[in-house]
């Protein structure tokens, strides 16, 4: 199978057809893509208080790495893995308080932040305890005190998309954003994963798909920034749409926004409104079967039905009828690559490249 992208985006192909059909290429991307890239795994409310731990299942359904975060006496949040370095059992299998993590298979303990401190029985095993007799560390990072991302072994650097987003979100006081459980939802698609990130990474198709959204942006001034493993959708507003209130310093100062699209390779998307932000993470759960959680996180509720962030339901269940109606076309027997749009689809362009590259390392 040929997965080479052109970099030129006027001469490029798509992935071939049979990319998306093969179960082989499904859990090779696991490997070489959702193992080795940063996933959001919720917010700090998850620790409320100091010495709780709240164990969970990175990426579930995907890659499924047993993962715990505690906080520790001093308020610090630590993450770790939750598979005890003895036999492998799992160590804390319920959320809350917790002074000791101990495994309930033999007794071996650690404290909050994963450090070995006693096991039975093994006063007469020698090199004992090594390191690694600790719990594993898992690569961690937390956005403004709010946001947490987790990975099992990144090719690259969190703080680099992290200052990206900043420069342009930054000003919002994302560290006040409440989750909103009532406004948030799961949507299960029938399609291969990457075809639902590739529907979000363009905005060609608002025209043609989304009558409502259409109405809230300026279409010609809808444009895509291409970083190294993200890309921003620049959503201009229509005039008396709903806008950010930039500040003097920002890159876009003097601008109307309705909304700022962020995706991060490979599969998480922040979508800022003047309401809040509405977080989507997309979990591959098979070659042809993906769910998508809406996580939304409100910051000013009077703006909540209007704007290029309303009727976010409806919205989502447009692109779902198209994002399945392409895993059926693709099927096809005559379908088997296609082009894009020079002015309209580079970041389709750059996710094809991104999984070119991981595939092939
Ligand atoms: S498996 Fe955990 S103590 Fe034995
Ligand atoms: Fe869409």
């Known amino acids: ?14 992935l071939p057809a049979e990319y998306f059909k093969s179960k082989e290429m499904y ?12 996933h959001f795994i919720g917010d700090t409310s998850v620790l409320p208080l100091n010495e709780m731990a709240h164990p969970m299942s990175l990426l579930d359904g995907c890659l499924g790495e047993p993962i715990v975060l505690t906080r520790d006496k001093a308020g610090d949040i630590h ?11 799992i160590v804390v299998n319920n959320p809350g308080p917790l002074k000791k993590l101990r495994c309930g298979y033999h007794g071996r303990r650690w404290d909050l932040s994963g450090s070995f401190e006693h096991m039975p029985e093994f006063k007469a095993a020698e090199n004992f305890p090594r390191p690694c007799d600790g719990l594993a560390k898992v690569p961690f990072k937390i956005w403004k005190d709010q946001f947490m991302f987790a990975a099992v072994d990144p090719d690259f650097d969190f703080d680099e998309i992290i200052e990206d987003m900043d420069t342009r979100v930054g000003f919002l006081p994302l560290e006040e954003f409440r989750f909103d459980a009532n406004r948030s939802k799961d949507y299960l698609v ?39 493993y993200w890309n921003l959708q620049v959503g201009v507003a229509e005039s008396g749409v709903d806008s950010f209130n930039l500040p003097e310093d920002h890159p ?51 703006k909540l039905d209007s704007g ?44 094809h490249q991104l999984i070119s590259d991981f595939l092939q390392k």
Not at 282 to 299: E, G
């Open 27 to 38: 859990e090779l991307a696991v490997e070489k893509i959702f193992a080795k890239t940063w």
């Open 308 to 351: 290029a962030g309303a009727l976010l339901d409806k919205v989502e269940r447009e692109d779902e009828f198209v994002v399945e109606g392409v895993q059926k076309g693709i099927q096809s027997r005559f379908y088997k690559t296609g082009r894009f749009s020079p002015t309209r689809e580079e970041g389709v362009h750059h996710h």
């Open 79 to 89: 993450c770790m893995s939750n598979v005890c370095t003895h036999r492998g059992n």
């Open 252 to 302: 876009d100062y003097g601008q109307e926004i309705a909304a700022y699209y962020y995706w991060i390779f490979p599969n998480m998307m922040f979508n800022f409104y003047p309401w809040g932000l509405s977080i989507n993470v997309v979990r591959p759960l098979a070659h042809n079967l993906t769910k998508v959680s809406f996580l939304t996180y409100v910051y000013d509720e009077t």
């Open 190 to 228: 029938n399609s291969n994963y990457t075809l639902y990130c590739d529907n979000y990474l363009e905005g060609f198709h608002i025209p043609f798909v989304h009558p409502d959204l259409n109405d809230a942006l300026d279409y010609k001034n809808y444009r895509t920034e291409v970083g190294k």
């Open 1 to 14: 199978m040929n997965l080479n992208i052109d970099k030129d985006i006027r001469k490029a192909e798509t």
